[in-house]
């Protein structure tokens, strides 16, 4: 099963808004095959598994264990059913982590397999095949995109001055800064954000795509001068209470927010709509204090840094339990999981 949660996480930054999920196939204490759910819309990791077994083994599959990081699915989606396949394949024994939270799924698996006579064993590591898709589990029980937010603080607890840039974390903890934007969908700044720093919001620094970009501008007073409105691919959503009629290029869609409903609420609605499964906040100050003082997060990513700043914003306090405690050089990345 750790196999299985290996392979899946192969998948981080490419399946969402699915789960990551891995599958192994064993036979007789030997690895026949194995698989990952590769990307969003592509074959489910039981299929990914099967689809590998070498032609030699291929009569080895009905007499071979099935471990899947995830429930089976029964529904046609983008894809078929995986307990079909199980099924059609003769497998006789799975053994799974986590139950699917999807609610067409939710046991129905579960249930569809041992309706065949399959033998089932579930819940093996839960707790860790839980963690691996809390993302879409916030996605399935909240119907809104995973949270995270980001930012980094000074040694005395400062994350910076109104109106100026300071860069406060070291480069190898800016690194991981970037690998947290390649596992998002989205990355969502405030417009003073843009404004002050000018930042391209890539993922420059590690390997995989880079996400759409998210700019909050209540006032509608950007232009399009800033880099987050570069055409280099990425999808940007444009959010702004006043209409802003400088921003028009066509990779930008331009949302108006209506001011009777919170409005980080209204965006991460309108973002899961259009199928965003996690949004990374990087800020500034004020737009992380808004999410959190509506309880509107899931995770919470610290880069605490040896700078020597003293005064300025402060940064935000989140309480939670503790993800991962990470050293970067002199940096420390602290992952806090709000215990909703
Ligand atoms: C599995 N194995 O590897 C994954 C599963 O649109 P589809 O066909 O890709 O189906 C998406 C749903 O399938 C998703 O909401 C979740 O319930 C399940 N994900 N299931 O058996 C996999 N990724
Ligand atoms: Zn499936």
Same mark, same amino acid.
């Given at each position: 099963?750790?196999?299985?949660?290996?392979?899946?996480?192969?998948?981080?930054?490419?399946?969402?808004?699915?789960?990551?999920?891995?599958?192994? @196939?064993?036979?007789?204490?030997?690895?026949?095959?194995?698989? &990952?759910?590769?990307? &969003?819309?592509?074959?489910?990791?039981?299929?990914?598994?099967?689809?590998?077994?070498?032609?030699?083994?291929?009569? @080895?599959?009905?007499?071979?264990?099935?471990?899947?990081?995830?429930?089976?699915?029964?529904?046609?989606?983008?894809?078929?059913?995986?307990?079909?396949?199980?099924?059609?394949?003769?497998?006789?024994?799975?053994?799974?982590?986590?139950?699917?939270?999807?609610?067409?799924?939710?046991?129905?698996?579960?249930?569809?397999?041992?309706?065949?006579g399959i033998h089932v064993i579930e819940g093996i590591l839960r707790e860790e095949g839980e963690q691996l898709i809390r993302a879409f589990n916030t996605n399935m029980r909240l119907e809104r995109p995973h949270i995270l937010l980001k930012w980094a603080q000074s040694k005395y607890g400062y994350s910076g001055i109104e109106g100026q840039q300071i860069? @406060?974390?070291?480069?190898?903890?800016?690194?991981?800064?970037?690998?947290?934007?390649?596992?998002?969908?989205?990355?969502?700044?405030?417009?003073?954000?843009?404004?002050?720093?000018?930042?391209?919001?890539?993922?420059?620094?590690?390997?995989?795509?880079?996400?759409?970009?998210?700019?909050?501008?209540?006032?509608?007073? @950007?232009?399009?001068?800033?880099?987050?409105?570069?055409?280099?691919?990425?999808?940007?959503?444009?959010?702004?209470?006043?209409?802003?009629?400088?921003?028009?290029?066509?990779?930008?869609?331009?949302?108006?927010?209506?001011?009777?409903?919170?409005?980080?609420?209204?965006?991460?609605?309108?973002?899961?709509?259009?199928?965003?499964?996690?949004?990374?906040?990087?800020?500034?100050?004020?737009?992380?204090?808004?999410?959190?003082?509506?309880?509107l997060w899931d995770e919470a990513w610290v880069i605490r840094t040896q700078h020597p700043l003293a005064h300025g914003l402060v940064s935000p306090n989140v309480h939670g339990v503790l993800l991962a405690k990470e050293q970067a050089e002199r940096d420390t990345i602290i992952g806090i999981l709000n215990e909703k």
């Amino acid at each position: 099963m750790s196999r299985c949660f290996d392979l899946a996480r192969r998948g981080i930054g490419a399946v969402s808004p699915n789960p990551p999920v891995g599958a192994v @196939l064993v036979h007789q204490d030997k690895i026949l095959s194995e698989g &990952f759910h590769h990307y &969003f819309g592509g074959p489910h990791a039981e299929v990914d598994a099967i689809s590998k077994v070498a032609e030699k083994d291929r009569s @080895l599959i009905g007499s071979s264990i099935l471990y899947v990081s995830l429930e089976p699915c029964c529904i046609t989606g983008k894809t078929g059913p995986c307990t079909e396949l199980i099924i059609a394949e003769g497998i006789k024994e799975v053994r799974i982590s986590a139950l699917d939270p999807n609610r067409s799924v939710a046991g129905k698996g579960v249930e569809r397999l041992r309706s065949q006579g399959i033998h089932v064993i579930e819940g093996i590591l839960r707790e860790e095949g839980e963690q691996l898709i809390r993302a879409f589990n916030t996605n399935m029980r909240l119907e809104r995109p995973h949270i995270l937010l980001k930012w980094a603080q000074s040694k005395y607890g400062y994350s910076g001055i109104e109106g100026q840039q300071i860069w @406060l974390s070291e480069t190898p903890s800016s690194l991981r800064a970037h690998r947290l934007r390649a596992e998002a969908d989205a990355i969502m700044v405030g417009a003073r954000t843009v404004a002050t720093d000018d930042p391209s919001l890539t993922t420059r620094a590690y390997p995989g795509k880079s996400p759409q970009r998210v700019i909050f501008d209540p006032n509608g007073r @950007l232009t399009e001068n800033y880099k987050v409105f570069d055409d280099d691919g990425c999808l940007v959503h444009y959010y702004s209470l006043q209409p802003n009629h400088g921003i028009k290029r066509k990779h930008i869609r331009c949302v108006q927010l209506n001011d009777d409903l919170h409005m980080p609420e209204q965006i991460m609605q309108d973002l899961f709509n259009h199928q965003v499964g996690i949004v990374l906040v990087e800020g500034g100050p004020f737009l992380h204090q808004q999410f959190i003082r509506m309880n509107l997060w899931d995770e919470a990513w610290v880069i605490r840094t040896q700078h020597p700043l003293a005064h300025g914003l402060v940064s935000p306090n989140v309480h939670g339990v503790l993800l991962a405690k990470e050293q970067a050089e002199r940096d420390t990345i602290i992952g806090i999981l709000n215990e909703k």
